[in-house]
Each structure stands twice: as structure tokens, then as C-alpha cells.
């Protein structure tokens, strides 16, 4: 008998929703700060991690392409609270390293499972989101080992990257998307990429990654046996209907719909992603 439970959020009061975030303002420059920064080479590549606060360790991936370790800006502070938060960037976003091999969410799981081992040697609590999810099913699947709990949040189990198939990862969509982003955005983006062409090469690598790249076959989800929190918003073109799939598929699973919420839950409601990732992480 499977022993799950299905958590279904309508959370209307918003009193507490946000409040975590607002009192966390301090600007500090995730993804890019050189008191937290560190680098582990991994095969070909010098992979980038970022490590705050104490406790038992909580691993964070990020989305792909438009995604990096600065969209979790708004519960780091907070979840650094109670654990040790190591928030990986993936290979060839940020400060992380290309290398010369095709990008997979195979190969960010086997060089995220890499760094987990480097730094905790002890199973983790994984979060990750969108290609960061797709790739902490892969760790999880492979690396039993590593995982002490996992939360996948906007993650589908095929092979693309919703938020890229949104912008139609073609060079021509990804151009014209650029130009809507905030200038906020481009600018942290420019300290990241000084050099235009590694930008452009990331974006061609992402592109080759989503054309090829296979999702997460069912009969092999199937193998997760930690306790596991799917979530996405109630407005994410994934549909909520594929996420209620892959939590059935789960022997021992949550589920959590965010309404209100598309894909990017983490920025659209940081205060409610903080209570529901403490929550599942406190329970016995």
C-alpha cells in the first residue's frame, strides 16, 4: 500500500506569504559572491557551488538557460537558517564551467552528485527546480546513496525544459526574449558573462541539449524511494495534471499545486515555498 499524501494549497491569507523574503533584503550577490563561491573540478569542468548557514545539508539546482543559482535569492536566507544550504550552479551557467562535453541533464546530475559527495559525503536534502528538478530525479535515481529527501519543484519527467520550450529555444527567440527581460536582469546576467560569446555558447549548448536530451522514463521514476514533495503552480504550462502524474508514479510522494503561481514559484511566492519546503523537510 502506497503511503503517500496528496497536499492540495489554496492559500488565499496572505499574511505570511512573502514576509520571509521582505525581511531578508540585504543584498547579497548570489551566485556570484566570493565570500560563499567555491569551485570542485569534475572531469572537464570547474563546476561552481555557493555554501550558507549550518545544519544538515539542503542542495539546491537551479533552472536551465535563463535560470541560476540567484532565483532561489528569497529563501536562501532563510533556509540558511536552519541548514547548510549548498546552492550548485549547473555546468555552464554562471561561474560554473562548460567543458567540452554535450550538456544532459544526465551529466549535470553526475556532476551535481559529484559535488554533493565532495561536500556533504552524507545523503542530502535535494531541491530543485524546473531542469534543476528533471536533474535531481537523475540523482536521485542513480545515487540513492545521496538523497535523504528530495523536492522537485516544476520538473516534468520529459525532455524539455518548459520555461525554454515557452521562449522556443531557437537563437532567433532566444534574441527577441532578451529584449524583454529587466535591466536588472541583463545586468547581473553581463557580470556573469563579461564575454558575450560564452553567453551565446551556453544558449547553443542548451539548444542541442533540449533537441537530444531524453526526459526521465516512468519505470525508472518508479525507483525513487525517499520521501519525495513534487510541486508547481496551478498556471504552469507543464499542467498540473502532469505533476498529480508523476506523484502517482511515486511510492512515497506530496504533492503541492501553488495557486496563483506559474512556473517560477520560487519568485511568484517565496514565503509559501519556504513553509512547504521546512514542512516537509520537519517531518518525522
Not at 67 to 91: K, N
Amino acid at each position: 500500500m502506497r503511503h503517500t499524501s496528496l497536499l492540495i494549497l489554496f492559500f488565499l491569507f496572505c499574511g505570511r506569504t512573502g514576509m520571509v523574503a521582505a525581511q531578508h533584503t540585504a543584498a547579497i550577490p548570489y551566485g556570484n559572491n566570493p565570500k560563499s563561491g567555491h569551485f570542485f573540478q569534475v572531469d572537464d569542468a570547474k563546476i561552481y557551488y555557493e555554501i550558507y548557514g549550518s545544519g544538515e545539508p539542503l542542495v539546491l539546482l537551479h533552472g536551465g538557460l535563463y535560470g541560476y543559482i540567484d532565483e532561489f535569492s528569497d529563501v536562501i536566507p532563510e533556509l540558511s537558517r536552519h541548514y547548510t544550504v549548498i546552492a550548485i550552479a549547473l555546468r555552464g551557467h554562471g561561474k560554473s564551467e562548460l567543458g567540452t562535453k554535450p550538456l544532459s541533464n544526465a551529466l549535470f546530475a553526475e556532476d551535481s552528485a559529484a559535488v554533493i559527495r565532495h561536500v556533504a559525503n552524507k545523503p542530502v536534502n535535494l531541491v530543485g527546480f524546473s531542469v534543476g528538478a528533471m536533474t535531481s530525479y537523475l540523482v536521485t535515481i542513480n545515487h540513492p546513496d545521496l538523497v535523504r529527501r528530495l523536492i522537485a519543484v516544476g520538473g516534468p519527467i520529459g525532455g524539455s525544459d518548459p520555461s525554454a520550450s515557452d521562449a522556443g529555444l531557437s537563437p532567433e527567440a532566444v534574441a527577441e526574449f532578451d529584449k524583454q527581460l529587466s535591466p536588472d536582469f541583463v545586468a547581473r546576467r553581463d557580470k556573469l558573462y563579461p564575454d558575450q560569446t560564452a553567453w551565446d555558447r551556453l544558449v547553443v549548448a542548451m539548444m542541442k541539449a533540449e533537441a537530444n536530451g531524453a526526459g526521465v522514463p516512468e519505470d525508472k521514476l518508479k525507483l525513487i524511494q525517499c520521501p519525495t514533495l513534487i510541486a508547481a503552480g496551478d498556471e504552469d504550462s507543464v499542467g498540473a495534471e502532469n505533476f498529480a502524474q508523476i506523484y502517482h508514479l511515486l511510492p512515497h510522494a506530496e504533492l503541492a499545486i501553488v495557486p496563483g503561481c506559474g512556473h517560477t514559484v520560487f519568485n511568484c511566492n517565496p514565503g509559501l515555498m519556504i513553509e512547504l519546503v521546512e514542512h516537509f523537510l520537519q517531518q518525522p
